[in-house]
């Protein structure tokens, strides 16, 4: 076994377990590469992503808490719209925040990862514009366009419909649960008013939001809607995957398709069914996976981000403690990482309930649901969150050992 100050990982993946994973992993004295297939970060910002109270923990230990709070997006209010409701529901959306989480910021998913990117770039070798084509169980890696190399260990952290899973495991279908809807993110154009204020269309089996940012001068709109079956498209079949989303919101609301008359002009569209994914293991000899590339609880929904970033502290963590012995420390990864993975998927499950309601019932009670929170004071209301949603006992019971650094990279 070699030292772990001469042991080369190449991780997979460069948007936020990735660069997590290659800061704790080069603070504990690891030699990190970091291939990321987009040819450089990307920079449309994304859609908002939760950081719950373990994942703001570690961004403080990383020196970048005060970064990520400066790009949070600051959303402050909710505008609850349901079908059949005779007048909208307006929220204290910084209150339901308070109540969901001790510690919680909303941030762009591109944001984060920047920062991310900029507490490791320096420690760490960055190779954007390439992608891993085979892996040997010798540790071999070779590449679509850098000529092959061998590293020690190999970490997929290249998101749920990952290529080094694929490589490894085989195809994401043998581990893929799809749990019953899509969702659909565009950009559009900055819409005047909506300063800190999150719009809401909700529909029985379908809900629509748009909301902004302080410093993007743009803003994002999140389509959710239900599917008894999965839908037949391509992923990159990008006008089918617009039809179906116009499909879905056909008729909701005059606002809603105001938003869907973008998709044609749009700078960024994304796409994706809301999918689990459910492995026996994490690991195969040299490689094992992080974030949603191994245990996606579902996205839009389930509070991956958070997860990804505890699973990349604690995988670097385990790795350290066990002097770089993959055998000893990948099993007390998946170890301590069980219990949050069985946790997340439940919460994913009942936030996709509550967030696209089933019934007319589900869609009042979602309304006036975020009204009575955020009419009660600030301790009444996190104790109706915590009897009435999984999410606030799970992320508030979240607990992770902690990693010091044990070394640094040159």
Not at 217 to 244: I, M, N, P, W
Not at 249 to 262: C, K, N, Q, R, Y
Not at 359 to 387: C, D, E, H
Request: proline share 4%; with cysteine; aromatic share 8%.
């Amino acid at each position: 076994m070699k030292e772990k100050d001469s042991m080369r990982i190449l991780v997979s993946g460069a948007s936020v377990a990735g660069p997590v994973l290659a800061y704790w992993l080069t603070r504990h004295g690891f030699s990190v590469t970091v291939v990321e297939r987009a040819p450089a970060l990307r920079k449309t910002g994304g859609h908002a992503v939760d950081l719950f109270r373990p994942a703001m923990n570690i961004s403080e230990k990383m020196g970048v808490l005060a970064r990520v709070e400066e790009r949070a997006t600051g959303a402050k209010r909710m505008t609850v719209y349901g079908e059949g409701l005779r007048s909208p529901v307006r929220a204290d959306l910084s209150k339901i925040f308070g109540a969901t989480s001790e510690r919680h910021v909303e941030i762009m998913r591109d944001d984060l990862s920047e920062i991310y990117y900029d507490a490791a770039r320096d420690d760490a070798e960055y190779v954007f514009g390439d992608s891993i084509t085979e892996i040997s169980p010798d540790g071999e890696v070779r590449f679509e366009n850098a000529a092959p190399r061998r590293f020690d260990l190999v970490v997929g952290a290249d998101g749920l419909h990952s290529n080094v899973r694929r490589l490894v495991f085989g195809e994401e279908s043998r581990h893929h649960a799809f749990i019953g809807a899509y969702f659909g993110v565009l950009t559009l154009p900055d819409v005047p008013g909506l300063d800190r204020e999150l719009l809401i269309h909700v529909g029985v089996g379908r809900t629509a939001g748009l909301y902004g940012a302080r410093h993007l001068g743009d803003a994002r709109a999140l389509f959710l809607f239900r599917s008894r079956r999965e839908l037949d498209y391509h992923h990159r079949d990008v006008a089918r995957q617009k039809k179906l989303l116009r499909d879905a919101f056909a008729g909701m609301h005059a606002h809603v398709d105001g938003w869907l008359d973008e998709l044609d002009r749009t700078p960024a569209f994304y796409f994706d069914s809301i999918t689990q994914l459910h492995m026996d293991t994490w690991s195969r000899g040299r490689v094992t996976l992080v974030g949603d590339a191994g245990y996606c609880p579902g996205p839009a929904v389930g509070g991956s981000t958070s997860l990804a970033v505890v699973g990349a502290y604690v995988l670097a963590g385990e790795l350290a403690r066990a002097g770089g012995d993959h055998e000893l420390a990948f099993p007390a990864y998946e170890r301590a990482m069980a219990e949050h993975v069985r946790g997340s998927r439940a919460v994913a499950l009942s936030a996709a309930k509550t967030l696209i309601p089933t019934s007319r019932r589900g869609v009042w009670g979602l309304a006036q649901g975020a009204r009575l929170i955020s009419a009660l004071p600030a301790r009444p209301s996190r104790a109706l969150l915590r009897l009435t949603t999984r999410s606030a006992r799970f992320y508030d019971s979240v607990s992770v050992d902690d990693h010091p650094p044990t070394g640094q990279s040159d």
